[in-house]
């Protein structure tokens, strides 16, 4: 194979990652929207795509296992083709978080909560942190993944906003437990999806630099 149909191969699999996140974003938009609405037949419809983001995963994953095993790549191209592995795995569970959303709405009896436009500034803060990570992802753009991975602090202070707010409503009006108690288990299904950007910014730097984000930090903490 000739340096350029075996480069042409990997653009193909981090295209592919690309696609399989717009699924993804696709995924936590529509959850939100119909955990607000308590839309069921939506919650059917996200729980269907769960399967389509897990097929995706697996057509990835072949088309890497069979470039590593045909190609025996190395250095940097071996990185990027284990950071396409990395990063589709890290995409699955964001379905699967999504998927889990829509499980609540299909399990629901309760009524809409009030004051709980905080999760929908959370889902247009995921989205757009997970179409720049995957622009970084996709262009090399290592500040862009940095800057992105710092984002992911804003997701988890309103998460704890949110679950004050919802523990206020228990405490005030324990029938307002089965309600809050969903919304607290959204939230906290949307920061987990945060700290998933996140983890896919540290190995988009990795795939560029060689260096982690994470191993950053550690040091920074243990020259404190």
């Known amino acids: 194979m000739t340096r350029e149909a075996y480069e042409q191969q990997i653009i193909e699999i981090e295209n592919d990652v690309a696609d ?33 983001i897990d097929i995706k995963e697996m057509e ?31 995409l699955e569970k964001i379905g699967d978080n999504s998927s889990k959303i829509a499980k609540i709405v299909l399990k629901s009896k309760s009524n809409r909560c009030e004051d709980v436009e905080v999760l929908e500034v959370m889902k247009l803060y995921l989205k757009d942190m997970l179409t720049d990570a995957i622009i970084a992802y996709t262009e090399k753009d290592e ?11 804003k997701i988890g202070k309103l998460f704890k906003e949110l679950y004050r707010t919802m523990i206020s409503y228990i405490i005030e009006d324990p029938t307002n437990t089965t309600c809050a108690t969903e919304v607290i288990f959204v939230g906290k299904y949307l920061e987990q ?7 896919i910014c540290d190995r988009v730097v990795y795939m560029i630099t060689g260096e982690r984000i994470k191993e950053e930090k550690m040091d920074y903490k243990h020259f404190e």
């Open 193 to 199: 999806t945060g700290d998933i950007i996140e983890s």
């Open 20 to 52: 399989m996140s717009k699924l993804c974003i696709e995924s936590i938009c529509n959850s939100v929207k119909s955990f607000l609405a308590m839309d069921k037949e939506l919650a059917k419809k996200i729980r269907k795509s769960d399967d389509i």
């Open 143 to 153: 500040e862009l993944a940095r800057e992105v991975y710092r984002r992911n602090k």
């Open 60 to 90: 990835i994953e072949e088309k890497c296992v069979v470039l590593i095993a045909t190609q025996a790549p190395v250095s940097s191209d071996l990185r990027r083709i284990l950071s396409a592995l990395k990063i589709i795995s890290k």
